[in-house]
C-alpha cells in the first residue's frame, strides 16, 4: 500500500516549540568549523541546503561545552566560549528564512589528547569519553555550570532547542551505569536518585538559564549493548526520572569507544531499517513527553510507527545528506525522487577517521557546497556522448542534462546501471539497489537525455557525430585469473553475485576485499560452509571503505562461521581445491567444492586512450580513470565532468 505521509508530515509542539512536521536533522559532527571552533560558511550553506528540503528542525552536532579548550581540540563548535554568539546567531536568522527550527547538540569533550585508550584507567569495563568515577566534586560543578552557560548562550544566539548527549558513553549516561560508574557518593549508582543526580541537577541548571524559552532533548541509549550495563526497565526509569525537566526523548544505541559496536549507532547497509523502533517504543508507553527514534528508519517506517503510536516523531541524518528533499518530495507526492541513502558510513568515515569534512557518496554536492557555487552556468548548450550507463555515466548525464546540455548514452548491454546491479544483488544491500534505480529512473524521466542500449560506441563512430564533450565511462575490467576459466570449479565473484554461477556446499573465496566479504557472506546466508583466503593479513579484511562497515562486515562473518585466513599467497589449483602459501613458506591445501575470485578490478587505459580524439573535451570518469573502483569515485568523477561542461 502506498505510504501518504501524513502521520510524519502532520505538524507537533515540543515544549515551547512548534514543529512543521515530524523530521528532524539528528546531529552529526560535519568538521566545518573553523580551527579556533568558529562557524565558518561552510557549515552555513551545508546548513542551508538541508533545511531547504522540508525537515521541521536541524540539530547542529557537537558543540564542546568545555571553558578553555586546548588548541589540539579543532573543528568543534565552541560553545564554552562567548566569541562563537556572533557567526551562530547568523546560522540561526538563516535556517529561520526557511520556516526551520534549529537546534544545537552540547557535550562535553574530554581535554585529554589521544584516543579512548589512553583513558583506560579500569580494564574491566569499556573505556568512555569522560569517566564519572574520576571527577571530583568541583569538576562535577563545573560541568554542570559549563552546560548551563553552553545553553544560555545558544538561546542568545537565537537556538529554538537544545540537545543533551547522553548516549553512546556520554558523560551524562555513564553516571547512570553501573558497569562504568563506581563512585560510592551521592553520584553514585546505589539507587536510581543517585544515578540520575548529575543528570537533574544538569537539566535543572540549563532550565534556570533558559526557563520555557527553549525546548530541551535528551538523547539516551536504549541499549549500550554491554553485559552489566542499564537494562531497558532501568533505562525507563531513568527516563521517567527526567521527564519533568525535558520536551523530547531521542533513543539510540550502541558505545563509541568500542569498536564491535560503533556500526550499531550509524548502522551500515547490512544492518535492517529501524533498529530502535520497538526499543523507542516501550519507552513511549513508560513516559509522558514526546519521543523520537534515530537507527535507519526510513519515512515510510516512521508514518507506520507514528500512526501506531511507537513513537511521536523521526530523527536522521544520512538520509537527508543523501538527498535533503525528502521530505517536500514526500509532501508533493513524488517519494520516488528521493535519491536513496546507501549506508555506505563514507560521510562518518570521512569525519571521524580522516578528521576531514563530510561528504556522501551518492551526492556528490553535499559538503562541497561553497565549493559549487561559484561556477557559472553554462554559457552554451553542447552535445555530449556519455560511452557507458554505470554508475559515473548516470551521474554525468543527470547533471550535464539538468544544466541544459543535449546528453546521449550509448550502453552496449540491454540495461542501465553497471556494476551497481552486481553490487546490489545481495539480499542485504537493497540500499545499492534502490539507489541503481533512481539513478536509472532520473536519467530515464529528464529531457535533454537520449539513452541508446545495445550499442558499443566505438571510438570512430563517436568522432563522426560531432558531439562537443564526449565522458568515457566505461568501467574496468575484472581481473580473472587463468584458472578460473580452465576449471570449471572456479568462479568470478561478479557471476555468483549475480546469480549466473552456482557454487557448491564448500566455498573458497579468494580475495577479501570488501566484494569478496560481502560474496562470503552471502554465501554463507545460503548454508555454504565458506573459507575466506588472502595475501593480506586479517584485521585488513573488507578494507575499502568505511570503516564501521568494515567492523560490521567482519563480526557478522565471525558470527556467521566463516573461516578466515590471511597471509596466503595461491599456487595453484588440484584436485582436491587450491594450494597457497603461508608467509613461512609452507604449503596449505584447502579442499573445496567451488572456488570464487574477487581480485578486484584494472581500467584499460588502452581502450580509454582511443577516445582521445573523439572530441574536443574528452574525460574519463568512474571505474576507467581509477586504479580503485570505488562508488564514491563513480558518482563523484561522473557528477563534477558533468557539471564542468
Not at 437 to 444: M, N, Y
Not at 508 to 517: K, M, N, S, V, Y
Not at 615 to 622: C, E, F, L, N, Q
Request: glycine share 8%.
Amino acid at each position: 500500500m502506498k505510504t501518504d505521509y501524513k502521520h510524519v508530515l502532520a505538524p507537533i509542539q515540543i515544549g515551547p516549540m512548534k514543529l512543521k512536521n515530524r523530521v528532524s536533522f539528528t546531529p552529526v559532527w560535519p568538521s566545518f568549523a573553523t580551527a579556533d571552533g568558529q562557524v565558518n560558511q561552510a557549515l552555513i550553506e551545508w546548513v542551508r541546503e538541508i533545511v531547504s528540503g522540508g525537515c521541521a528542525c536541524i540539530n547542529i552536532g557537537c558543540g564542546t561545552v568545555n571553558r578553555d579548550l586546548p588548541a589540539f581540540i579543532t573543528h568543534l563548535l565552541r560553545m564554552g566560549e562567548e566569541s562563537v554568539v556572533n557567526e551562530l546567531s547568523m546560522l540561526c536568522d538563516m535556517t529561520h528564512m526557511y520556516n526551520c527550527k534549529i537546534g544545537m547538540e552540547l557535550f562535553a569533550i574530554n581535554l585529554e589528547a589521544g584516543g579512548f585508550e589512553n583513558r583506560d584507567k579500569n580494564a574491566a569495563k569499556p573505556v568512555v569519553e569522560i569517566d564519572p568515577t574520576y571527577l571530583t566534586k568541583q569538576q562535577i560543578k563545573d560541568y554542570i555550570e559549563d552546560f548551563a552557560n553552553a545553553a544560555e548562550r545558544a538561546m542568545r544566539c537565537g537556538f529554538d532547542s537544545l540537545v543533551i548527549h547522553g548516549a553512546h558513553g556520554q558523560l551524562p549516561g555513564c553516571f547512570l551505569s553501573k558497569l562504568i560508574n563506581e563512585r560510592t557518593d551521592e553520584y553514585g549508582t546505589q539507587s536510581m536518585e543517585n544515578r540520575a543526580r548529575f543528570t537533574n541537577e544538569l537539566l535543572e541548571a540549563i532550565r534556570a538559564k533558559i526557563g520555557n524559552k527553549m525546548a530541551i532533548e535528551y538523547r539516551i541509549n536504549a541499549n549500550d549493548m554491554i553485559e552489566g550495563s542499564p537494562t531497558l526497565e532501568e533505562v525507563i526509569e531513568f527516563a521517567q526520572s527526567i521527564s519533568d525537566k525535558i520536551d523530547l526523548l531521542h533513543v539510540s544505541r550502541g558505545m563509541h569507544s568500542i569498536q564491535k559496536l560503533a556500526p550499531y549507532i550509524n548502522q551500515p547497509i547490512y544492518f535492517d531499517h529501524g533498529i530502535n523502533l520497538e526499543d523507542a517504543a516501550k519507552i513511549k508507553a513508560a513516559v509522558n513527553i514526546p519521543v523520537t527514534v534515530v537507527g535507519s528508519v526510513t519515512l515510510e517506517q516512521a508514518d507506520e510507527a507514528i500512526k501506531a503510536g511507537k513513537i511521536d516523531m523521526v530523527s536522521m541524518a544520512r538520509g537527508l545528506m543523501a538527498d535533503p528533499y525528502m521530505v517536500k518530495n514526500a509532501k508533493y507526492g513524488e517519494p520516488e525522487k528521493t535519491r536513496p541513502c546507501i549506508r555506505c558510513n563514507n560521510c562518518i568515515h570521512k569525519t571521524h577517521y580522516q578528521l576531514a569534512p563530510v561528504r556522501c557518496t551518492v551526492n556528490a554536492e553535499m559538503g562541497m557546497e561553497t565549493l559549487y557555487q561559484p561556477i557559472k552556468e553554462p554559457k552554451k548548450q553542447k552535445r555530449v556522448a556519455i560511452i557507458g550507463g554505470g554508475a559515473a555515466g548516470l551521474e554525468a548525464a543527470r547533471v550535464a542534462a539538468s544544466r541544459g546540455h543535449q546528453v546521449v548514452i550509448y550502453e552496449k548491454s540491454d540495461c542501465l546501471g553497471g556494476v551497481l546491479n552486481m553490487a546490489g544483488a545481495a539480499e542485504f544491500k537493497k540500499d545499492i539497489k534502490s539507489y541503481c534505480e533512481w539513478s536509472i529512473r532520473a536519467v530515464q524521466s529528464m529531457d535533454g537525455i537520449e539513452i541508446k542500449l545495445g550499442v558499443e560506441a566505438a571510438p570512430e563512430m563517436i568522432k563522426a557525430e560531432g558531439y562537443d564533450t564526449v565522458l568515457v565511462s566505461i568501467g574496468a575490467a575484472p581481473i580473472i585469473p587463468a584458472f578460473v576459466h580452465e576449471d570449471e570449479r572456479s568462479f568470478w565473484v561478479g557471476d555468483v553475485e549475480n546469480g549466473i554461477a552456482q557454487t557448491g556446499h564448500e566455498v573458497l573465496i579468494i580475495g577479501a576485499g570488501l566484494t569478496g566479504c560481502e560474496a562470503a557472506l552471502a554465501q554463507s546466508r545460503q548454508g555454504k560452509s565458506v573459507t575466506l583466503v588472502d595475501m593480506i593479513s586479517t584485521d585488513r579484511f573488507g578494507s575499502g571503505g568505511a570503516t564501521f562497515n568494515q567492523i560490521a562486515i567482519i563480526n557478522m562473518l565471525k558470527d556467521a562461521g566463516v573461516k578466515m585466513l590471511g597471509g596466503l599467497k595461491m599456487l595453484k589449483t588440484d584436485e582436491n581445491g587450491a594450494v597457497f602459501e603461508n608467509e613461512a613458506g609452507e604449503k596449505v591445501n584447502i579442499a573445496c567444492d567451488s572456488m570464487v575470485v574477487s581480485f578486484g578490478v584494472r581500467a584499460n587505459d588502452e581502450l580509454v586512450g582511443a577516445y582521445q580524439d573523439a572530441a574536443v573535451d574528452v574525460a574519463a570518469i568512474g571505474d576507467c580513470n581509477t586504479r580503485q573502483g570505488t562508488l564514491y569515485n563513480a558518482v563523484h568523477t561522473g557528477h563534477e565532468a558533468g557539471y564542468m561542461i
